[in-house]
Structures are given as structure tokens and as C-alpha cells.
């Protein structure tokens, strides 16, 4: 393709309210146009891009018996019911509408229900099985903040898988075939060296799942690596020990009760008292699906929503309201604690707290926080404490005992294992070789593609601009026209002809910029390879060849130049 036909132009600056480097970048480059936040279209050179990255997902999916289809985005409000999903603590009401006739449909941000409910239709006995879908489907998650670019935005595309399988171990084996499958994906775009499977929480989809990480300074996670294994953990599953904190009291003081009318928070708390956080307590109540419970954590941590839903088994977890607050302990918000702690309230404690002495905790009551509090002395010691705990810099692996690395990463995949949980809600069964009806063991696999994209230009890419490897980019070669002679002109477009007729694609800068310009461009866009044809090259008969990611060009003759594109 030649730069005069594309409709598409570089740019020096993005919009000035796009913050992300990737999205700065693709727009300036001209792979995407921002609709508006966190909705971009892909232009010519951006969809190009897509569907490379699309075609070694594919690759690999149909390598382990994938079967490609595409689902419809609309489904019925009876699709999500079965599962419990059409509620709106769930999915957000933005993704559901009604069609004139009344009837109510969602948008389609996931599509485990509607796969269930077509195959129910084609798998009814074991010899139907084991079967495995994907499909490259737009998705939509309405996002509060949109402000990494493709990489996390309102609408995207997403490769998304289902397996279906007889029983555990046979969903197992695939299960784990997925995993490798998805590392030969990221090992094949370039980002193998700095992607981790990680445990993680299942979120609306499942208990628990497997995230695949990527190491990228623009990403919103975190994951916690043992130097050892290199296993790694998502944030919020992380499991960790609280280092021994060093200050701690040996001689237990007399329990007194603070007055302090208005005085909430533990920083605030921590000054008042005159003692570390590490020796204050952190008291939240939630509704566990029924169940009131206080989770108590160490002043200087946070309540890990995922570990206590765990620890608890609930299919619900809530925090409470302030009416719900006040009601249950009978003060003001902000001076819970486990001091007159009303019963019939589940008291569940971090790990943290066990080695504490003389601290501080709510006493139930409105302005009272109780200081100087021991565990059997002043309030009942748990028979059993746990992790409920938000992992933090400095924590340790319980097992192994080592402190964690930390990274910040962008998540590029994710695989879930249903189980027959979603198979029992929506009766999705086959017929065994004994003639009894089974639930099929289910399990869910997804690959961001755009957010893929989105990482490969953060962590791909210079002051310059973008630099694609030769698997992903959107041509292989960047040849540029230095003059507008007869001589010059035909010289490139020989060259443009005889690199297509190796098999390589070619964009082909017969424009009028300076030369500067055209460079600039070439290093913007970001392809792996350019080439220059000039007066100065024709006359030596040779061509000047320089790597995207190298500083230096070389001049290369006819058969060289062919022998380092095509081998």
C-alpha cells in the first residue's frame, strides 16, 4: 500500500485530554480514532494490527480443537436469569434496553449464558463430547474512568472461549492446554518473557481463575511474584503474612476508653493515642448474603473483599449500610470495634491481629474508641484467625516465607473453571454410556485482543514512536522515496513490486515530505523494517536498510537486502 492512498495522517500531537501513551501514540501513528472516552475506532493500519494479533490467537486456539463461531450481542433477559446475572448488583443496568414490542434484551458483555443455550441444542450425549467454541466478539463494560486508552476501555474486542467436557478431568487436561495455548500467544507477539499466570479471583464469573499478567508500567494491577518460583498471585488473592512489627509492647497497660466525639479513621486515631497504626484494628461490617459480619484488619492494611467472601462461602458480600450500622452496634458509623461487639455478629480476624498487644479497637459506641486492649484479658481470642487481608509492599509468602516481588501489570487474559455450577443453574446435561443424565463440566477463556494491542504499544514503542515486531505489525517493511526525480521514482517502484512479489507487504512512502518528515513517519508508525531509495543509493546501486529497534542503517545490495527480509 502507498502512504498517498491511505486516508489516514501522522500527527505531532494527540488530544490533549488523552493521557495514555498507547493511545497518544496510535492516534498520532494513525491506527485508531477516539470516538470519545474509551471508545476508539481502528482505521486501516490499526485493523490490520487487530487481525494479525487475531490470527495467532486463532492459530493457537484451533491447535487444541477450537471451533470459531460468532454470537449475536443481543440476548434475552431469560439467557441471564437462569445464572442470576439479569440482577443489578450484578451486571450494570447499562447493558439493558427493551425492543419496541417490550421485550427485554441485555447487551452482550459476556456470553457464557448464550453459548450454554445454543449447545444445549447440538450436545445431548457423551459422544458429543468434548467440544470447544471461541469466538472475536465486541464486548462493553461501562467503565467509570477511561483513561488508558485501549488498554481499558468502554468497548473492545475480545477473543472469548467456552470447553465443554464429560467430566473434572477431562476439563482439567484442556484447562491446562489453554494455559500453554495462551503462553504460545504472548510468547508469539513478544511479550512472553514478561507475562505470568496468576491466581486470581473470579470476580461476577466464577469463585476463583487464573489471570495471565503482563509486566507493563502503564497497567492497573498488581501481581506479587515468590523470587524463588516465580509464582505469581493477583492482588487481590495474594495470600501474605504481615512482616513482625518490631515495636511492639511487652508488658500489657490497663484497658481504658477514649472519649473522642468525631474522631474516626485510624491515621487520626493513631495520632490521638499516640501509638503506631500497626497497633490500631480496622473494623468493617458486611452482609454476607444473610449473615452480619465484622472482618477485622490490622489499622495499617485494608479488608480483602475476595479473601473474606472465601473465608466465608458467601455467594453475596456487601458492606453495610449506615443505617445497617447503626442499627446492628447502635453508634455512629466509624467507631465499630470488637469492644461490646453486639452478638450475633460473625466476628472473622485477620492473622495480622494475632500478635498485637495494647491496642486499639471501636467500642460499639458513638465518640468511644477502647485503647490498650489484649486478646483474652479485654475481648475473646479467635480460635481461628485468617488472611482477609489487602497483600502490601513488604509482605511475605506464608509458605515459603519469602517477601514478594512486586509488579505492576496490565491483565491480557483470563480463564475461569465453572465447574457444573453454571451447568446445574441453566440444566445443560448430556446422556452417559449408563443412559443417566450428567451436567457438563463448563470452563470460560478470554483474551483481550484491542487491550493487547494497547499493551504491545506501551511496552513496545520509544520517544520516537511505535516499534511493532514483524508478527503483529501492519506491513513488514517502511520504504521511503527520497526525491521526486523520474530516475528516483521509478527506482522505488521497482523495488515496491519486487519486495511484494517476495510475499512481503510493503508501505510505500511516495509522498512529498521532506526527508525528515518521512523518517519522523517511519519511526512513528512504528514497522519493523525501512527501507530508502534515493539518488545517492541508485547511483551505488545498493539500498539503505535500517532495523526499527536499531540505531544505525546499512547498505545493503539487491540479493542481501532479499536475504535479510526473507529468511
Same mark, same amino acid.
Given at each position: 500500500?502507498? +502512504?498517498? #492512498?491511505?486516508? +489516514?495522517?501522522?500527527?505531532?500531537? @494527540?488530544?490533549?485530554?488523552?493521557?495514555?501513551?498507547?493511545a497518544?501514540?496510535?492516534?498520532?501513528a494513525?491506527?485508531?480514532?477516539?470516538?470519545?472516552?474509551?471508545?476508539y475506532?481502528?482505521?486501516?493500519?490499526? =485493523?490490520?494490527?487487530l487481525?494479525?494479533?487475531?490470527?495467532?490467537?486463532?492459530?493457537?486456539?484451533?491447535?487444541?480443537?477450537?471451533?470459531?463461531?460468532?454470537?449475536s450481542?443481543?440476548?434475552?433477559?431469560?439467557?441471564?436469569?437462569?445464572?442470576?446475572?439479569?440482577?443489578?448488583?450484578?451486571?450494570?443496568?447499562?447493558?439493558?434496553?427493551?425492543?419496541?414490542?417490550?421485550?427485554?434484551?441485555?447487551?452482550?458483555?459476556?456470553?457464557?449464558?448464550?453459548?450454554?443455550?445454543?449447545?444445549?441444542?447440538?450436545?445431548?450425549?457423551y459422544?458429543?463430547?468434548?467440544?470447544?467454541?471461541?469466538?472475536?466478539?465486541?464486548?462493553?463494560?461501562? #467503565?467509570?474512568?477511561?483513561?488508558? %486508552?485501549?488498554?481499558?476501555?468502554?468497548?473492545?474486542?475480545m477473543?472469548?472461549?467456552?470447553?465443554?467436557?464429560?467430566?473434572?478431568?477431562?476439563?482439567?487436561a484442556?484447562?491446562?492446554?489453554?494455559?500453554?495455548?495462551?503462553?504460545? /500467544?504472548?510468547?508469539?507477539?513478544?511479550?512472553g518473557?514478561?507475562?505470568?499466570?496468576?491466581?486470581?479471583?473470579g470476580? @461476577?464469573?466464577?469463585?476463583?481463575?487464573?489471570e495471565?499478567?503482563?509486566?507493563?508500567?502503564?497497567?492497573?494491577?498488581?501481581?506479587?511474584q515468590?523470587?524463588?518460583?516465580?509464582?505469581?498471585?493477583?492482588?487481590?488473592?495474594a495470600?501474605?503474612?504481615?512482616?513482625?512489627?518490631?515495636?511492639?509492647? &511487652?508488658?500489657?497497660?490497663?484497658m481504658n476508653?477514649?472519649?473522642?466525639?468525631?474522631?474516626?479513621?485510624?491515621?487520626?486515631?493513631?495520632?490521638?493515642?499516640?501509638?503506631?497504626r500497626?497497633?490500631?484494628?480496622? +473494623?468493617?461490617?458486611?452482609?454476607?448474603?444473610?449473615?452480619?459480619?465484622?472482618?477485622?484488619?490490622?489499622?495499617d492494611?485494608?479488608?480483602?473483599?475476595?479473601?473474606?467472601?472465601?473465608v466465608?462461602?458467601?455467594?453475596?458480600?456487601?458492606?453495610?449500610?449506615?443505617?445497617?450500622?447503626?442499627?446492628?452496634?447502635?453508634?455512629?458509623?466509624?467507631?465499630?470495634?470488637?469492644?461490646?461487639?453486639p452478638?450475633?455478629?460473625?466476628?472473622?480476624?485477620?492473622?495480622a491481629?494475632?500478635p498485637?498487644?495494647?491496642?486499639?479497637?471501636?467500642?460499639?459506641?458513638?465518640?468511644?474508641?477502647?485503647?490498650?486492649?489484649?486478646?483474652d484479658?479485654?475481648?475473646?481470642?479467635?480460635? &481461628?484467625f485468617?488472611?482477609?487481608?489487602?497483600?502490601?509492599?513488604?509482605?511475605?509468602?506464608p509458605?515459603?516465607?519469602?517477601?514478594?516481588?512486586?509488579?505492576?501489570?496490565?491483565? /491480557?487474559?483470563?480463564?475461569?473453571n465453572?465447574?457444573?455450577?453454571?451447568?446445574?443453574?441453566?440444566?445443560?446435561?448430556? &446422556?452417559?454410556?449408563q443412559?443417566?443424565?450428567?451436567y457438563?463440566?463448563?470452563?470460560?477463556?478470554?483474551?483481550? /485482543?484491542?487491550?493487547?494491542?494497547?499493551?504491545?504499544?506501551?511496552n513496545f514503542?520509544?520517544?520516537?514512536?511505535?516499534?511493532?515486531s514483524?508478527?503483529?505489525?501492519p506491513?513488514?517493511?517502511?520504504? /521511503?522515496?527520497? %526525491?521526486?526525480?523520474?530516475?528516483?521514482?521509478?527506482?522505488?517502484? &521497482?523495488?515496491y513490486?519486487?519486495?511484494?512479489?517476495?510475499?512481503?507487504?510493503? =508501505?510505500?512512502?511516495?509522498?512529498e515530505?521532506?526527508?525528515?518528515?518521512?523518517?519522523?513517519?517511519?519511526?512513528?508508525?512504528?514497522?519493523?523494517?525501512?527501507?530508502?531509495?534515493?539518488?545517492?543509493?541508485?547511483?551505488?546501486?545498493?539500498?539503505?536498510?535500517?532495523?526499527?529497534?536499531?540505531?544505525?542503517?546499512e547498505?545493503?545490495?539487491?540479493?542481501?537486502?532479499?536475504?535479510?527480509?526473507t529468511?
Amino acid at each position: 500500500m502507498k +502512504t498517498s #492512498e491511505l486516508f +489516514t495522517r501522522t500527527a505531532r500531537q @494527540a488530544p490533549a485530554e488523552e493521557v495514555s501513551k498507547n493511545a497518544q501514540l496510535l492516534i498520532r501513528a494513525g491506527y485508531v480514532y477516539k470516538m470519545m472516552a474509551g471508545v476508539y475506532a481502528y482505521t486501516p493500519l490499526g =485493523l490490520r494490527v487487530l487481525e494479525n494479533i487475531k490470527q495467532i490467537v486463532r492459530e493457537e486456539m484451533n491447535a487444541i480443537g477450537g471451533q470459531e463461531l460468532i454470537m449475536s450481542s443481543l440476548q434475552k433477559k431469560e439467557t441471564w436469569d437462569a445464572t442470576g446475572r439479569w440482577d443489578d448488583e450484578v451486571v450494570d443496568i447499562w447493558f439493558k434496553s427493551k425492543l419496541k414490542d417490550g421485550t427485554e434484551v441485555g447487551f452482550a458483555w459476556s456470553h457464557e449464558e448464550a453459548i450454554i443455550e445454543m449447545l444445549k441444542t447440538y450436545l445431548t450425549s457423551y459422544k458429543d463430547l468434548p467440544i470447544n467454541v471461541y469466538q472475536f466478539q465486541t464486548k462493553m463494560r461501562n #467503565e467509570l474512568r477511561a483513561k488508558s %486508552g485501549i488498554m481499558r476501555g468502554r468497548e473492545f474486542i475480545m477473543k472469548d472461549m467456552y470447553s465443554c467436557s464429560i467430566n473434572a478431568e477431562q476439563h482439567e487436561a484442556f484447562y491446562q492446554s489453554s494455559i500453554d495455548a495462551y503462553m504460545r /500467544v504472548f510468547n508469539r507477539v513478544g511479550l512472553g518473557d514478561v507475562t505470568y499466570v496468576t491466581f486470581a479471583s473470579g470476580g @461476577a464469573f466464577t469463585q476463583y481463575s487464573h489471570e495471565f499478567q503482563t509486566i507493563c508500567e502503564a497497567g492497573e494491577d498488581k501481581i506479587y511474584q515468590i523470587p524463588s518460583s516465580g509464582q505469581a498471585f493477583n492482588e487481590e488473592v495474594a495470600p501474605s503474612r504481615a512482616p513482625a512489627f518490631a515495636d511492639m509492647p &511487652t508488658e500489657q497497660e490497663d484497658m481504658n476508653v477514649v472519649e473522642a466525639e468525631g474522631l474516626t479513621g485510624v491515621g487520626a486515631i493513631a495520632e490521638r493515642l499516640a501509638i503506631p497504626r500497626e497497633r490500631t484494628t480496622k +473494623t468493617m461490617l458486611y452482609l454476607a448474603d444473610d449473615e452480619m459480619v465484622a472482618a477485622v484488619v490490622r489499622g495499617d492494611y485494608a479488608v480483602n473483599v475476595d479473601k473474606l467472601r472465601a473465608v466465608l462461602d458467601a455467594q453475596k458480600l456487601q458492606l453495610a449500610s449506615e443505617d445497617n450500622i447503626r442499627d446492628i452496634t447502635g453508634a455512629e458509623p466509624g467507631y465499630a470495634g470488637l469492644v461490646n461487639m453486639p452478638e450475633g455478629v460473625r466476628v472473622i480476624v485477620d492473622d495480622a491481629c494475632e500478635p498485637l498487644v495494647n491496642f486499639e479497637t471501636g467500642a460499639n459506641k458513638t465518640g468511644q474508641h477502647a485503647a490498650n486492649i489484649n486478646w483474652d484479658r479485654d475481648v475473646t481470642k479467635p480460635d &481461628t484467625f485468617h488472611d482477609i487481608k489487602m497483600a502490601k509492599k513488604g509482605d511475605i509468602h506464608p509458605e515459603t516465607g519469602e517477601v514478594y516481588t512486586i509488579h505492576k501489570t496490565a491483565e /491480557v487474559g483470563n480463564i475461569f473453571n465453572f465447574g457444573t455450577q453454571k451447568s446445574k443453574d441453566t440444566n445443560f446435561s448430556y &446422556t452417559d454410556e449408563q443412559g443417566e443424565l450428567q451436567y457438563v463440566h463448563l470452563g470460560s477463556y478470554g483474551i483481550g /485482543v484491542t487491550r493487547l494491542m494497547g499493551v504491545l504499544a506501551e511496552n513496545f514503542s520509544d520517544e520516537k514512536g511505535l516499534r511493532w515486531s514483524d508478527e503483529v505489525a501492519p506491513f513488514r517493511v517502511y520504504l /521511503v522515496r527520497i %526525491g521526486n526525480d523520474e530516475e528516483t521514482i521509478s527506482a522505488a517502484d &521497482t523495488l515496491y513490486a519486487k519486495l511484494q512479489s517476495w510475499g512481503i507487504e510493503v =508501505l510505500y512512502d511516495d509522498s512529498e515530505k521532506r526527508p525528515g518528515e518521512k523518517f519522523a513517519d517511519a519511526d512513528l508508525i512504528g514497522i519493523p523494517h525501512r527501507i530508502v531509495v534515493s539518488p545517492k543509493t541508485i547511483a551505488e546501486e545498493k539500498y539503505e536498510y535500517k532495523k526499527r529497534t536499531e540505531d544505525e542503517a546499512e547498505i545493503l545490495d539487491i540479493e542481501s537486502l532479499k536475504s535479510r527480509l526473507t529468511q
